[in-house]
């Protein structure tokens, strides 16, 4: 049976290297990653995925599946791409408190259906970003401080498993693949459905301020001040920003979970910063939850670098200020801790991370800047080596990275076993694999 031959046995499209929109959907989020796939297949159903599975086993082939596209590395040379899209419902049952997302549901899909039952899921800044794959890495947003990582959050998982196989994944059914499903990424079966534990929000207050470039270092000791002590209901972000073409900016992005009135009071200290060019803060309903940090939604040419800081005082923010943001476009820290440095002997593979700062690096990835945004995120790694915890959240892992920088060796160790178990003749594929 030839690739082409899939198009007999699946009801989803098939898509061959020539055929008319193949470059299309075979395209990564992240346009300066390529990814030369030998097809791609939109399933429509989980016996497509099924079907697709066993065709790859029997003829060699490995399968790598991604939703959206958001967390590619470009490791998928000659492999078939599985598009999720179309397993895309969203059942919220509210008495519950769960919901059930087909595995090509994004997360805006989530914010929408939940948010006017006063309910959330655990969604990252950006929720054009699949539930399935950050959620299989982890998943760390703005209410992981309160309530962990996403991956935590899961009640049960629906797979294909390397064999083809459909079925229901919980602690109870099967522990050890519960567990690595949970935080070590998408190596171990296909998922086709998650269930996944929502949470109460009474309310929702937050938004971004900006600054002028001159205002920058009390900026930063407000934010050095305000998450020294920060209950685990606020989040708060800051951002240096070089916009192309615009001038240099300086941002607080923050979200607490909880009434006006308290949140206000929290953030008392950002008031007494003069000069604010823009503030965006007030009652954030869940749907809009997006709006605060407004990420781009279309697919852009980006380099991304990020490492977790095992702490943060006024030498680091010396070391950060003293030189200029440019070539890369946004210098970010975001507050961690919390419920992710709790330990939980009932955490999946994410486990604990007790790094209270999350240090992210953007960059535009043209050809002509390529070479300058890498040189410029390694020397500001380099300046706060002290810093540097030298390992990173899967989801945040980077092309170029492995999944040896997301785990402990014991972590990792335990993964390489479980995907030797499932998955002995590799059909599946994740991004950053945990074998390497
Ligand atoms: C703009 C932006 C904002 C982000 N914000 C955050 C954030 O706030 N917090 C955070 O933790 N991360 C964040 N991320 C990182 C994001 O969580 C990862 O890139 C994640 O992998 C994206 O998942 P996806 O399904 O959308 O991407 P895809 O690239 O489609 O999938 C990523 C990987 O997940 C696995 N996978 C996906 N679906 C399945 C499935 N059905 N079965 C088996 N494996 C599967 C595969 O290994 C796949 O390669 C952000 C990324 C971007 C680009």
Sequence with gaps: MTINDLRSVLTGRVLLPGDEGFDQASKAWNLTVSQPVAAVVEAADVPDVSALVRYARRTGRTVATQPTGHGASGD????????????????????????RVGAGAKWAQILAATGPLGLTGLAGSAP????????????VGWFSRKYGFASDSVRAFDIV?????????????????FWALRGGGGDFAVVTALELDLYPVPSLYGGRVVWPEHRTREVYDAFLEITA??????????????????PPMVTLDMAYLGETAEAT??????????????????????????GITA????????????????SLDDDAVDLLLAKPVAPVINVQIRHLGGA????????????????????????????HTTDATHAKQADVVADLESYVSGRKPYTVLAPGESAAQAFSSITLARLQQIKQARDPRNVLRANYPVLG
């Design 76 to 99: 998928v040379d000659g492999l078939i791409l599985l598009r999720t899209g179309l397993l895309n419902e969203v059942e919220v049952r509210a008495e519950e408190r769960v919901v």
């Design 128 to 139: 054009g970003v699949g539930v399935t794959g950050y959620t299989l890495g982890g998943g």
């Design 161 to 177: 498993d390397a064999e083809g196989e459909p079925a229901r994944v919980t602690a109870e059914s099967d522990p050890e693949l």
């Design 229 to 246: 002590d920060a209950p685990r209901e606020l989040s708060v972000w800051i951002n240096r920003l070089q916009l192309p073409g615009g």
């Design 265 to 290: 009071a929290l953030l008392a200290r950002i008031d007494k910063i003069g000069d604010a060019l823009s503030d965006s803060r007030g009652i954030v309903p869940i749907a809009d939850l997006g």
């Design 295 to 310: 990420e781009p939604t279309d697919p852009v040419p980006s380099i991304t670098r990020a490492e977790l800081l095992t």
């Design 340 to 367: 992710l440095a709790d330990p939980d002997p009932a955490a999946g593979a994410s486990g604990v991370l007790p790094e209270p700062y999350l240090l992210g690096l953007v960059g535009v990835g043209l050809p």
